[in-house]
């Protein structure tokens, strides 16, 4: 029972995730190489390296934006490699933020790279604390069924019914589930 | 199952066989992010390939100068050092490696760059983020 509780709170979770917006359809095509025969932890090596690569860059990106002469060759290098990580997870929120800093690079602007640089952090923290949440929940309820089609199948349909409805946060379907 | 031999993630195949009859599949994989590494080495575990993730195109080079049996090469374009163009151009001046089939990978869509590889010999050029799909259209058609 606990089991079929915590796999609802992670559905919940998973369909907030992309309801918003901060994972897209790509989150789901590592999902679906995990469950056709892939490594067991494969989503969860590959999210950790990511939170692991985006601190490590947005940390690079902070120093040289505190430089007196900003290399904004060097700021746009890393910007493009956390929006490709992003894209490559399916962190979309993310990459999105990353591609407007990367207009703010090509224009040497200074202030709106430091904003950009708080809005990327900003919505990278918010996405790795839903990840350590999905990571913690997980392995419980893997000891349990997950049917992962029947999941991904009530996501699509709520994400059709957003864009036709435009409802904030579509969650009713699942108590169908 | 995977090992680390050098810097270099080596992944066996889930099962016998791969794209053709006969031996599996020796692909290389090149990216210096590890997010894509470990991303496009599943998809290539996924299709039955057998799989070495190096992070730059100057390990590709050692590697490729140490194994024989390299099928295939997939590399990101955009790298520190030696990008995958110049890692491209490297494998077809070589007699050695010229035959082996590369694959380029890029985040970027610009036709220049696409073109600038096919003609120095690229097998395809694939936008990320790379699907199973994509990957099995290019490397049933080119391994065939």
């Known amino acids: 029972m606990a089991a079929a509780a915590l796999r609802e709170q992670l559905n919940a979770l998973l369909s907030s995730m992309y309801a918003s917006g ?16 892939g ?8 999210v950790t390296l990511f939170c692991d690569d985006a601190d490590r860059i947005i940390s690079e990106l902070a120093a040289l934006l505190e430089q007196p002469v ?42 709106g790279c430091i904003m950009a640089l708080t809005l990327v952090r900003n919505e990278f923290y918010d996405l790795r604390n839903k990840f ?23 996501v699509k349909m709520e994400h059709m019914l957003l864009k036709l409805k435009r409802i904030a946060c579509p969650c009713f379907l699942l108590k169908f589930v | 199952m995977a090992s680390i031999v050098g810097g270099a993630v080596v992944a066996a195949a ?6 053709g009859v006969g031996a599996t599949p020796h692909v290389l994989a090149v990216d210096d992010s ?10 290539l575990r996924s299709s039955r390939f057998r799989v070495t993730a190096v992070d730059s195109g100057k390990r590709a080079l050692e590697l490729l100068g140490k194994e024989p049996d390299v099928s295939m090469i997939i ?23 010229k035959q082996i089939p590369v694959v380029i ?40």
Request: aromatic letters at 8%.
């Open chain 1, 22 to 37: 901060l994972v897209d359809d790509q989150f789901q095509q590592l999902q679906m190489l995990q469950d056709d025969g």
């Open chain 1, 39 to 46: 490594t067991p932890g494969f989503v969860a090596e590959v």
């Open chain 1, 70 to 111: 900003v290399d904004f060759d060097k700021v746009d290098a890393y910007v493009h490699q956390l929006k490709g990580s992003s894209a490559s997870v399916g962190a979309q929120k993310v990459k999105f933020t990353c591609m407007q800093f990367r207009e703010l690079c090509q224009h040497k602007n200074r202030d």
């Open chain 1, 132 to 154: 350590q949440t999905m990571l913690q929940v997980v392995p419980y309820v893997l000891k349990g069924p997950f049917d992962f089609q029947v999941f991904t199948g009530i």
């Open chain 2, 14 to 19: 889930a099962g016998g066989g791969g794209v």
């Open chain 2, 34 to 43: 590890s997010v894509d590494r470990a991303i496009i080495a599943a998809i």
């Open chain 2, 75 to 97: 590399t990101d374009y955009w790298m520190p050092e030696m990008t995958g163009y110049e890692l491209l151009q490297k494998v077809k001046e070589s007699s050695n490696l």
């Open chain 2, 105 to 144: 990978m890029s985040s970027e869509n610009v036709q220049t760059r696409i073109s600038r590889c096919l003609e120095e010999g690229a097998e395809d050029f694939l936008v990320k983020p790379v699907r199973a799909s994509d990957v099995s259209r290019v490397f049933s058609r080119v391994l065939r």
